[in-house]
């Protein structure tokens, strides 16, 4: 299923539109860092780009092995922080998420409930 191409503006800006769209096929559109899947729906779809592993500030290459799809929330919590490793960095990302999700449990879980 070939997505909507309006989904590659949010590529990385120094990824051309083609090199984006190997990357997202590589990969599959699935988000290398959650597993979120970018063809499961057109808000998935949205929030789908190419992330730098090493990020270009640090000289991290154009270059295929240095580029994943990344969903756009991932590449935020992801942030310029510099990781050793694809590996490492998901094990940052993914800790850091559920963090975020306990904190927006605990937030959701005390005023909601009463009013339900
Ligand atoms: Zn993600």
Redesign the pocket.
């Known amino acids: 299923m070939p997505l909507d191409l309006a989904t590659l503006t949010l590529v990385a800006k120094p990824v051309t539109l083609d090199e984006g769209i190997r990357v997202l096929e590589r990969d599959k559109y699935r988000?290398r860092?959650?597993g979120?899947d970018g063809t499961a729906s057109f808000e998935n779809a949205l929030i789908m780009s190419v992330d730098f592993v090493v990020p270009r500030a640090h000289k991290g290459r154009k270059d295929p092995s240095n580029l994943v799809a990344?969903?756009r929330?991932?590449n935020m919590i992801k942030g310029r922080r510099v990781y050793g490793s694809l590996e490492e960095a998901k094990t940052y990302v993914l800790a850091r998420r559920e963090d975020l999700r306990k904190a927006w449990e605990l937030k959701r879980g005390r005023p909601l409930s009463q009013s339900a």
């Open positions: 988000c860092y959650c979120l990344c969903c929330p991932c």
